[in-house]
């Protein structure tokens, strides 16, 4: 049965830092794996989507990557700013998405 | 139409009480997905539909929960005589064919359930 994980749970950290957030995976075969964030009772923006057929991709000061091979995907997150705050979620894909348990960010002013 | 939409947005009701919630999918797509997400916890997943026909519906946590599909489009989640912890958000979400390598899945903005 696919698990996914996040860590950390939880991340407080001053404006203008840069960050990652992991999401590990116990099942490497998936097609596809996607990153969201939630904001506090809103629905899901979806972030970027990492194909299986590549390593990487990137939006603005968001860059995503995917190791299939050892079930890992980190989110790196350049000069973070406050807007940046909520929860991030990872999902990986087959048939179904199967997301992680989340990483709620903080990013202090 | 151009999102996937859901409804109620919002439902409150009394513990005991049967509930339905309607998810309206992006016009066309076959594939429709039911998730739940309780207060602090991840999003979980319940059912999803191919069709009409409900190929997984091992994530429904009791046989209080079912669903169903008709016509290839409309869906609709009921949650029998209700109780405290079926309170969370309710998401639908569908996608052209089955989420695989091409097709990701658009997420509506939810029910959210709360259950006196």
């Known amino acids: 049965k696919q698990e996914v994980t996040q860590i950390p749970a939880a991340l407080s950290v001053p404006e203008g830092e840069n960050l990652v957030l992991n999401c590990s995976f116990t099942?490497?075969?998936?097609?596809?794996l996607q990153w969201f964030r939630q904001d506090p009772g809103k629905g899901l923006t979806s972030l970027l989507l990492i194909q299986s057929s590549q390593r990487e991709q990137t939006s603005g000061r968001l860059n995503a990557s995917l190791d299939k091979s050892s079930g890992r995907s980190t989110l790196y997150i350049a000069a973070s700013q406050p807007g940046d705050s909520a929860t991030y979620l990872c999902a990986v894909i087959t048939y179904k998405y199967i997301f992680g348990t989340g990483t709620r960010l903080k990013v202090l002013a | 139409g151009a999102g996937v939409s859901q409804s109620p947005s919002n439902k409150v009701t009394e513990k005991g009480k049967d509930v339905e919630l309607r998810c309206d999918p992006i016009?066309?797509?076959?594939?429709l997905y039911w998730y739940r997400q309780s207060l602090g916890q991840g999003l979980e997943f319940l059912i999803y539909f191919q069709g009409n026909s409900a190929p997984d519906k091992s994530g429904l946590p009791s046989d209080r929960f079912s669903a169903e599909r008709t016509g290839g489009s409309v869906s609709t989640l009921t949650i029998q005589r209700t109780q405290q912890e079926d309170s969370a958000v309710y998401l639908c979400a569908s996608s052209l064919v089955l989420a695989d390598g091409a097709n990701v899945l658009t997420f509506g903005a939810g029910s959210r359930l709360t259950v006196l």
């Open positions: 099942d490497s075969a998936i097609y596809n």
């Open positions: 016009s066309g797509h076959t594939a």
